[in-house]
């Protein structure tokens, strides 16, 4: 037996935002002059109750007659419509988008990999996330996901032209957030296996200075306006170090009498500070000349080195312009990455044939495959190494069959 009710519209006074259930909350409310809102019950022939309560879709002023005819239709139409149909439609409206699972999928990621992970990881996965995944499909709600998206994505990193790496980071934050949103019920398959990480070449040499170039953007460094262009620049070319390193480093951590840089902490994001990629500090003898520029850099106030003309610390976007400016000034490409100086570091180390894991040690590096990226620089090192082998062999005998040919050699 369905029951439906008109009754005078209503609206909350001083709603507060504590409340809810606003139907059943204690906050005051008054008459809706001419308006009304309806409340239809009924059970399914299953046996599940079914209750909706609504203000009337009509015009004020409409006498109840009227506003309760349309209800009574209403209710005609929800039961033709039958169960399974607003079920379903229950289910599309609480369907969440990639979007609205953003935060969600954030949480349920750092939660899942707490034991022993960085917050820069959690930094790195939030920006991929919203400049690529959330730009692309934030609309897209999960359960419509198809390989057609994962398709576009890939065609997208193609078009942007992406390094290996980052194009694996990309497709990696779109496969662990379906999986994340099937972990989480959201959705009740994946809608594809694998999404084809490409496999990284690690022997393709990374980019870096020559000697001219690096001399000529040190000039340029040494001519800009920045106090700390100079200091900040030379600290890459001659200790290696990371973005978030550089920016990280501290007064307290140059030992002066011993010619060192302790590296114990970078900064990642804008000021949340954790340590190195690595996981663990390292110790970096450094040339006269860096300290030398150092010490008349001078011991600022507070716990960084290197800040602004304005006494801000520096930023992932100030650095980038910085290095775009030295980079026009000195006739480079403008590209604006500071991580060339690293490259650059690691480059003169080689090419000077320093043992591959004395430049692990320095660089901070967790695995040698990536120090031996750049062991491209020593020229003639297997022609050096063959020449090792070439000691005289023993005296053959005159009775020995491979005496003639010996003796020729």
Same mark, same amino acid.
């Given at each position: 037996?369905?029951?439906?009710?008109?009754?005078p519209?209503?609206?909350?006074?001083?709603? %507060?935002?504590?409340?809810?259930?606003?139907?059943?909350?204690?906050?005051?409310?008054?008459? +809706?002059?001419?308006?009304?809102?309806?409340d239809?019950?009924?059970? &399914?022939?299953?046996?599940?109750?079914?209750?909706?309560?609504?203000?009337?879709?009509?015009?004020? !002023?409409?006498?109840k007659?009227?506003?309760?005819?349309w209800?009574? =239709?209403?209710?005609?139409?929800?039961?033709?419509?039958?169960?399974?149909?607003?079920?379903?439609?229950?289910?599309?409206?609480?369907?969440?988008?990639?979007a609205?699972?953003?935060?969600?999928?954030?949480?349920?990621?750092?939660?899942?990999?707490?034991?022993?992970?960085?917050?820069?990881?959690?930094?790195?996965?939030?920006?991929?996330?919203?400049?690529? +995944?959330?730009?692309?499909?934030?609309?897209v709600k999960?359960?419509?996901?198809?390989?057609?998206?994962? +398709?576009?994505?890939k065609?997208?990193?193609?078009?942007?032209?992406?390094?290996?790496?980052?194009?694996?980071?990309?497709?990696?934050?779109?496969?662990?957030?379906?999986?994340? =949103?099937k972990?989480?019920?959201? +959705?009740?398959?994946?809608?594809?296996?694998?999404?084809?990480?490409?496999?990284?070449?690690?022997?393709?040499?990374?980019?870096?200075?020559?000697?001219?170039?690096?001399?000529?953007?040190? %000039?340029?460094?040494?001519?800009? =306006?920045?106090?700390?262009?100079?200091?900040?620049?030379?600290? *890459?070319?001659d200790? *290696?170090?990371?973005?978030?390193?550089?920016?990280?480093?501290?007064?307290?951590?140059?030992?002066?009498?011993?010619?060192?840089?302790?590296?114990?902490r970078?900064?990642?994001?804008?000021?949340?500070? !954790?340590?190195?990629?690595?996981?663990?500090?390292?110790?970096?003898?450094?040339?006269?000349?860096?300290?030398?520029?150092?010490?008349?850099? *001078?011991?600022?106030?507070?716990?960084?080195?290197?800040?602004?003309?304005?006494?801000?610390?520096?930023?992932?976007? %100030?650095?980038?312009?910085?290095?775009?400016?030295?980079?026009?000034?000195?006739?480079?490409?403008?590209?604006?990455?500071?991580?060339?100086?690293?490259?650059?570091?690691?480059?003169?180390?080689?090419?000077?044939?320093?043992?591959?894991?004395?430049?692990?040690?320095?660089?901070?590096?967790?695995?040698?495959?990536? %120090?031996?990226?750049y062991?491209?620089?020593?020229?003639?090192?297997?022609?050096?190494?063959?020449a090792?082998?070439?000691?005289?062999?023993?005296?053959?005998?005159?009775?020995?069959? &491979?005496?003639?040919?010996?003796?020729?050699?």
């Amino acid at each position: 037996m369905a029951t439906v009710t008109i009754r005078p519209a209503v609206k909350l006074v001083n709603h %507060t935002s504590t409340c809810t259930t606003p139907r059943k909350c204690e906050c005051p409310r008054e008459f +809706i002059d001419g308006k009304w809102e309806y409340d239809i019950f009924f059970e &399914w022939p299953s046996g599940n109750p079914f209750r909706k309560q609504r203000r009337v879709p009509l015009p004020a !002023g409409v006498p109840k007659s009227r506003a309760e005819k349309w209800a009574w =239709a209403h209710y005609e139409d929800i039961v033709k419509k039958g169960e399974e149909s607003l079920l379903r439609k229950k289910e599309e409206d609480r369907a969440l988008t990639v979007a609205q699972f953003k935060d969600e999928y954030l949480r349920f990621q750092s939660r899942r990999k707490s034991t022993g992970q960085k917050g820069s990881t959690d930094y790195a996965r939030e920006g991929i996330f919203r400049n690529h +995944i959330e730009e692309l499909f934030g609309e897209v709600k999960l359960k419509d996901i198809t390989v057609r998206h994962l +398709i576009e994505l890939k065609e997208y990193l193609a078009e942007e032209e992406y390094a290996d790496k980052t194009r694996n980071n990309i497709l990696s934050v779109f496969s662990t957030m379906l999986k994340a =949103a099937k972990a989480l019920q959201h +959705i009740s398959d994946l809608p594809f296996d694998e999404v084809g990480i490409a496999k990284v070449d690690f022997t393709k040499p990374p980019p870096f200075y020559d000697e001219d170039e690096m001399n000529r953007l040190i %000039t340029a460094a040494m001519k800009d =306006a920045e106090r700390s262009a100079l200091p900040l620049i030379l600290t *890459g070319f001659d200790a *290696g170090l990371r973005d978030g390193e550089l920016r990280g480093l501290a007064p307290y951590d140059i030992k002066w009498g011993q010619k060192q840089i302790r590296v114990e902490r970078q900064v990642w994001g804008i000021d949340k500070v !954790g340590t190195p990629k690595s996981g663990y500090g390292r110790t970096i003898d450094v040339p006269d000349r860096l300290l030398a520029v150092l010490k008349e850099h *001078g011991k600022l106030k507070g716990d960084r080195i290197f800040v602004r003309n304005d006494g801000k610390p520096w930023t992932p976007k %100030t650095i980038r312009r910085l290095m775009k400016r030295l980079q026009r000034a000195a006739g480079l490409e403008p590209k604006g990455g500071i991580h060339i100086l690293r490259h650059t570091f690691c480059t003169r180390l080689a090419s000077n044939r320093v043992d591959i894991r004395v430049i692990k040690e320095m660089a901070g590096h967790s695995d040698v495959k990536t %120090t031996m990226r750049y062991l491209h620089v020593v020229k003639g090192a297997t022609a050096a190494a063959a020449a090792t082998l070439n000691t005289p062999l023993p005296k053959p005998e005159s009775g020995d069959s &491979w005496a003639p040919t010996l003796q020729a050699v």
